[in-house]
Each structure stands twice: as structure tokens, then as C-alpha cells.
């Protein structure tokens, strides 16, 4: 079993920045691998990015990639996600994942409850 907590979300400008971060608990954090999706209104849930357990490996979303960046802090059970250059089309729930890593991420079971990300234009 594991929990996650989603934290850092908000109301953003166009072209400003966030930073959002993901608690873990329960199963061994270090084992995981770990993936940030997203969910805008009225569409479906998009992968955003991805990491290894050991933070080696590192994939992202094609909307994404450039301008967000994903982390992880195992001594605090911690993934990051940093977003940069934030456009309105960036607007939605930003949900943690808990999954596995070959390669690259595939999604998992668990998931937090979502923070919400708005960019005004």
C-alpha cells in the first residue's frame, strides 16, 4: 500500500513557473519509480513525465519535454516536478503515480488525490 500527496499547485501567469512536489508513504520509496499525469476538463488523463527508482532514468510527455523537469529526494520520499515556461494549455489536475521503470514509465495503481495547476494567458 502507499500513499501520495500532491502539493504545490496554483494560479500562474503565462510564462512564470511551479513547482510541484509528491509525498510517498508506505512501501519502500527508493524501490519505485514514479510519474506525474495531468487531466484537463473534459479530456483525458495525459502522461507528463517519469523516473527511475534511482533517478537515472527520466522520460517526459512530448507536450512537456524542455520545460518541465522531474526529480526525486529518496531520503525524504519525495518526486519534484518543475515546471517552466507554463502556457495555458498546461491547465489541469496534476496527479502522482507510483509505477515501473523499463526503459521508460508505465503507469501504476496508486495515485494521489491531484493538485490543481491554472495558467491565466
Known amino acids: 500500500q502507499v500513499q501520495l500527496v500532491e502539493s504545490g499547485g496554483g494560479l500562474v501567469q503565462a510564462g512564470g513557473a511551479l513547482r510541484l512536489s509528491c509525498a510517498a508513504s508506505?512501501?519502500?520509496?527508493?524501490?519505485?519509480?514514479m510519474g506525474w499525469f495531468r487531466q484537463a476538463p473534459g479530456k483525458e488523463r495525459e502522461f507528463v513525465a517519469g523516473?527511475?527508482?534511482?533517478?537515472?532514468?527520466?522520460v517526459y510527455g512530448v507536450s512537456v519535454k524542455g520545460r518541465f523537469t522531474i526529480s526525486r529526494d529518496n531520503a525524504k520520499n519525495t518526486v519534484f516536478l518543475q515546471m517552466n515556461s507554463l502556457k495555458p494549455e498546461d491547465t489541469a489536475v496534476y496527479y502522482c503515480?507510483?509505477?515501473?521503470?523499463?526503459?521508460?514509465?508505465?503507469?501504476?495503481?496508486?495515485w494521489g488525490q491531484g493538485t490543481q495547476v491554472t495558467v491565466s494567458s
Open positions: 503515480n507510483t509505477g515501473a521503470w523499463r526503459g521508460t514509465y508505465y503507469s501504476g495503481n496508486y
Open positions: 508506505g512501501r519502500l520509496f527508493s524501490n519505485l519509480a
Open positions: 523516473i527511475s527508482w534511482n533517478g537515472g532514468g527520466t
